[in-house]
């Protein structure tokens, strides 16, 4: 395929959007930031109430990109080699062999993942930050683009069990969806009236592409003082008084790249500190712990993130 530059990179996007619109309604928000995540090889985590519409926004943006698709339906009683595959000895060869598990796809779809319990959900741990599964001891590398879209339900629901930290931090940004406008939800009913448009979504984009997307948006310039900007958000998630565990520099790293991706499908070559402001709830709200004290006073992470980003202050351009 010819080599893409920034340039090429917004009409694709659109091209993506428009796809996915055709199933999934007045959430362009959500769907743009999905779409950083990609750019940026990163994985997405969507929470909120079960019928909102994440697997089906999931798998809309699934079935938009041609690439290998699996979904996982996570269960209390799912097992780790359920998700990884595993070595089945053959009676013929007189050898072991490995029979690849569903995250053996470029896209894999883990739906409701806190259903299953913690070590089920600890065997994505490698998967989504080494881009490989070990099993019995041998790595075996997940093809390129690999990317888990993956869906929860709040923790205060019966049945489920909360992520672990370390996993929750390996997801690229964490999304939640809303309930719809009424008259957003008047066209949810007449668009699913006949027939669910998920069945006729064609693919848009494909694997290679993609790559070349991934590659692209690297080469976004950063200035120095953005850069600080981003380091002095998550430095300051660190001190603030009502969070226990500040953003980690993953956390850094993902505002960065998220910053980049943002610019590039904006058609922009450089990063504005707007965009590292609007990007910094949607990508370290997860990753910090608030206090007991805050919870109870009825503060949310996100709510103390808005407030980081409030009193930084963003780098300005000298005359």
């Known amino acids: 395929m010819p080599t893409l530059t920034l340039r090429d990179l917004p009409p694709i996007a659109a091209r993506i959007r428009a796809n996915i619109g055709a199933v999934i309604v007045g959430k362009d928000t959500v769907v743009d930031l999905a779409l950083v995540a990609l750019l940026c090889e990163g994985h997405i985590l969507f929470e909120d109430v079960p019928g909102i519409g994440k697997t089906t926004l999931a ?3 699934a079935r938009s990109l041609d690439c290998t698709f699996r979904r996982i ?16 000895f053959n009676q013929k060869t007189q050898e072991f062999e490995y029979r690849p598990g569903p995250l053996m796809a470029q896209v894999v ?3 409701e993942i806190n259903r299953a319990t913690p070590r ?9 930050q080494e881009r490989q599964i070990t099993v019995d001891g041998t790595a075996r590398p997940l093809p390129r683009p690999f990317l888990v879209l993956a869906t929860q339900n709040p923790i205060e629901l019966e049945g489920t069990f909360p992520l672990p930290e370390a996993q929750v931090d390996r997801f690229f940004i964490k999304l939640a969806l809303g309930y719809p406008r009424a008259d957003e939800e008047s066209a949810i009913l007449l668009r699913f009236e006949r027939a669910d448009p998920l069945d006729t979504l064609p693919a848009v984009v494909g694997a290679e592409t993609i790559l070349e997307m991934q590659r692209v948006v690297r080469t976004v310039r950063v200035e120095a003082s953005v850069r600080e900007y981003v380091i002095a958000i998550t430095r300051a998630t660190r001190a603030h008084p009502s969070v226990q565990l500040g953003a980690s520099p993953r956390g850094s790293l993902y505002l960065y790249r998220a910053a ?13 500190p707007d965009d590292v402001k609007y990007l910094a709830p949607f990508v370290l709200t997860h990753r910090i712990l608030i206090s007991a004290h805050t919870r109870l006073r009825g503060r949310d992470a996100a709510e103390i993130v808005r407030e980081v980003v409030e009193q930084v202050p963003a780098p300005v351009e000298q005359a």
Request: glycine letters at 4%.
């Open 59 to 61: 798998k809309a943006l």
């Open 73 to 88: 339906q996570f269960t209390p009683d799912l097992l780790p080699s359920d998700v990884t595959g595993l070595a089945v």
């Open 109 to 111: 779809l883990a739906d």
């Open 120 to 128: 089920t959900q600890s065997a994505l741990l490698e998967a989504m």
């Open 260 to 272: 980049q991706a943002y610019a590039a499908l904006h058609g922009r070559e450089f990063v504005l």
